[in-house]
């Protein structure tokens, strides 16, 4: 080890260790961007992937010798065994695995959520005291003392069988006598559908951020490759030329319609509703649905009954489940591009990443494969909201244990589709030459129709044109032959197209000579 690491008592700072690490002929790792840094000493950048690769081979190294090692999860330098680290790790691990569970159960942070009740709570109460009803004193009391803990809210739904009583009570404790005034005229959706609204709203602007940053990775691929030849296909089978950016400038276009959408759904579940128990707001003052809105950052709906009402989510939903057909149809085009015989495009294919656990050359489409699958997740989600815009007279509670489950998991889902889809068309692997081999698979037949139009504007009748085109076209099919050799032993052709006429009908130029002003359209020329 390097000298001045030793300090005489058989320990080993770790950053030493590491510098022994770098002497090292070691294998090659994906987070070693210049292995021969690594052999020069120099220092690579530290990335949170490169120290968490490294602390591996660090333990590792320290685990063989039986030596001590400072503990890099902290930066502290109290010396632990190996197995105490190990330990400390593993607990670190579970926590993190419970978060990820928690999260990925679909249901917002019940933290969250109880904060979010609290705030609707208080602003009311400041509401009724801005009309006289509740001392100033008291309402101040509550902002300052008012608190809950999840578990003391869950302890005591056990006996009421009801969250909000239990939410109430629980806060009710943290109080003195003006816990009288918490709650005072409301019902329970007025503040569960507040704050709801509240708690998806703030989703809404994240999904509405990462859409806006898809947007903007469409929009530079449509610009790089606007001019990249590739095969439009109809039915599966060869159609005309188009160019890889059309593709993307289509997609770009397509999310621009999903971002409007999602922001006319976000307007109109941006509502909040202090009205009481069927809406008639006969023990609470307008005022106070006004002013807790406010507060919030939403409207008050102009009308409802005990609930919310729930076409609003339905939309929500609905354009949820529409943004993920998008994402499934630019998923699915690369899936198909990506087929062996293609191999136009490519999802990204990471360093050390593996595609079969039985065939090691295999690279397939998995993400894309993934928002696929996700996709027809948010479809069911957007039918069962549609489910419950049906409700018994002014309400009835079938559609809150649905909600749980969709509007969190409807969220989270797309939010995640977003941000993979950005990082699989913005990393894409585009093999240029490979589209240029597809093309000429179908042996010039392409330029069926541009043959067909010159031949009418030649004098031949519509039919008797394309009946002649047609003939020439099979015959480049069945016999694998050039469609432009067809067309030149077909006297037919050849008495009405010179050979430098029947040149031009082959020019790829032809098919992009309105490219520019489709991307002039969409607002994305440079």
Known sequence: ???????????????????????????????????????????????????????????????????????????????????????????????????????????????????????????????????????????????????FTV?????????????????????????????????????STDVVDTALSSIVSQALDIIEADMRRFIDVLAAQAVKYKMTPCMGRTHGVHAEPTTLGLKFALWYAEMQRNLERMEHAHKITRVGKISGAVGTYANVDPFVEKYVCEQMGLEPSPISTQVLQRDRYAELLSVIAITGCSLEKFATEVRGLQKTELREVEEPFRAGQKGSSAMPHKRNPINCEKVCGLSRVLRGYALAAMEDVALWHERDISHSSVERIILPDATELLDYMLVLMTRILGDLFVYPENMLRSMSMSYGLPNSQHVLLTLIDKGMLRETAYDCVQRCAMRAWQEQKP????????????????????????????????????????????
């Open 151 to 187: 578990e003391r809210v869950e302890e005591i739904e056990q006996s009421t069988r009801h969250d909000v009583v239990a939410f109430t009570r629980c806060v009710a404790e943290s109080l003195g006598e003006e816990s009288k005034y918490l709650h005072f005229g409301l019902t």
């Open 1 to 147: 080890t390097h000298p001045d690491g030793h300090n005489h008592s058989g320990n080993i700072h770790v950053h030493i260790v590491i510098g022994s690490i770098r002497t090292r002929e070691v294998e090659r790792k994906p987070y070693m961007q210049k292995p021969r840094d690594w052999l020069e000493g120099m220092k690579h950048s530290s990335t949170a992937q490169t120290m968490r690769h490294l602390r591996v081979e660090v333990m590792e190294l320290c685990e063989g010798a039986g030596l001590y090692q400072i503990d890099l999860l902290n930066g502290s330098k109290e010396r632990v065994s190996e197995a105490e680290y190990w330990a400390r790790r593993r607990g670190q691990q579970k926590l993190d695995l419970a978060n990820a569970a928690l999260t990925a159960a679909g249901q917002p942070p019940k933290q969250k959520k109880f904060e979010t009740w609290l705030e609707v709570e208080l602003n009311a109460t400041d509401a009724w005291v801005k009309l006289g009803k509740v001392p100033a004193e008291a309402a101040a009391e509550m902002r300052k003392n008012a608190k």
């Open 483 to 526: 469609f432009r050799q067809m067309l030149e032993q077909d006297e037919t052709v050849t008495s009405h197209l010179s050979p430098a006429e029947l040149d031009e009908c082959f020019e790829l130029s032809y098919h992009y000579k309105h490219v520019d002003e489709v991307f002039k359209r969409l607002g994305l020329e440079k």
